[in-house]
């Protein structure tokens, strides 16, 4: 039998990185896609070699429909299967909440097509092959911020609101072949983060963020990886599920803000 393959956005990097690791750890091939990061993707691509993994690199914007057809026909073609979708890629700009000047329509377009229409094209471009095979599992990365209203900027919360909203309406609609669901990390400590938020900014936040939480721990990319694993890998009736990894966070305390 041929290894499971999946897809992970946005993968040269921090959690995608990490989600594409820990597949080829449990033996499966790994497609890394990035749009800009060439360098970060081929070390990323390098250790799941080691690993063991047959990996595809794949240089793709997700906001554009054709990339993301392309992307999936390139994986087709390299193993005629396709059994997961991590929809990692992701962007922000970071504007303190408070900030309405901060931000125009055009930057919500921007964060839009990346974050909820990237997700929908890549959806869109895999579920042929998996309803096909029969069955097939995706994991939306959202945010914490879709469910607390906080986070980098307003577009970028309301961008993972969309995700988490479209998680349930895609997990009705592809059921029963192809389940969906999303993760909502909470602070991560990622190099994207650190250069949001700034040397002092990042330090300040974490350290912040660990005093108020009740696991008093900022997350670590393979601790998202572990649940977009499980959500694919595993988990056969759980489908239209947010899947919260903010070390409860959620349960109390003030929000975390751009800074």
Same mark, same amino acid.
């Given at each position: 039998m041929s290894k499971r393959v999946c897809i992970i956005t946005g993968s040269g990097t921090g959690i995608g990185a990490a989600c594409a690791i820990e597949f080829?750890?449990?033996?499966?091939? %790994?497609?890394?896609?990035?749009?800009?990061s060439a360098s970060a993707a081929e070390s990323t691509a390098e250790q799941c070699r080691a690993i063991g993994a047959d990996v595809l690199v794949v240089q793709a914007n997700v906001a554009v429909d054709a990339d993301c057809q392309r992307l999936a026909a390139a994986t087709?073609?390299?193993?005629?299967?396709? /059994?997961?979708?991590?929809?990692? *890629? $992701?962007?922000?700009?970071?504007?303190?909440?408070?900030?309405?000047?901060?931000?125009?329509? /055009? =930057?919500?377009?921007?964060i839009y097509a990346t974050n909820v229409v990237g997700a929908f094209q890549m959806i869109r471009a895999v579920t042929p092959a998996m309803k096909q095979q029969g069955a097939g599992a995706?994991?939306?990365?959202?945010?914490?911020? *879709?469910?607390?209203?906080?986070?980098?900027s307003v577009a970028y919360a309301a961008s993972k609101g969309a995700l988490n909203t479209m998680t349930l309406s895609l997990a009705r609609a592809l059921a029963p072949q192809i389940r969906v669901n999303a993760v909502c990390p909470g602070f991560v400590?990622?190099?994207?983060?650190?250069?949001?938020?700034?040397?002092?900014?990042?330090a300040k936040a974490k350290a912040d963020y660990e005093a108020r939480v009740p696991l008093k721990?900022?997350?670590?990319?393979? =601790? %998202? *990886? =572990?649940?977009? %694993?499980?959500?694919?890998? $595993?988990?056969?009736? %759980?489908?239209?599920?947010?899947?919260?990894? =903010?070390?409860?966070?959620?349960?109390? $305390? *003030?929000?975390?803000?751009?800074?």
């Open positions: 080829a750890k449990r033996g499966w091939n %790994v497609v890394i896609n990035y749009s800009k087709l073609e390299r193993w005629g299967r396709i /059994d997961g979708l991590v929809n990692n *890629a $992701g962007t922000t700009k970071f504007v303190p909440h408070a900030n309405l000047d901060g931000l125009t329509g /055009d =930057d919500f377009l921007s995706i994991v939306n990365m959202a945010s914490i911020a *879709a469910v607390m209203g906080n986070g980098s400590e990622t190099n994207w983060l650190q250069q949001g938020l700034g040397g002092d900014g990042y721990s900022a997350i670590t990319p393979e =601790d %998202v *990886a =572990d649940a977009v %694993v499980w959500l694919i890998e $595993g988990a056969r009736l %759980v489908t239209g599920e947010s899947i919260i990894v =903010d070390s409860g966070s959620h349960l109390g $305390g *003030a929000p975390l803000k751009a800074r």
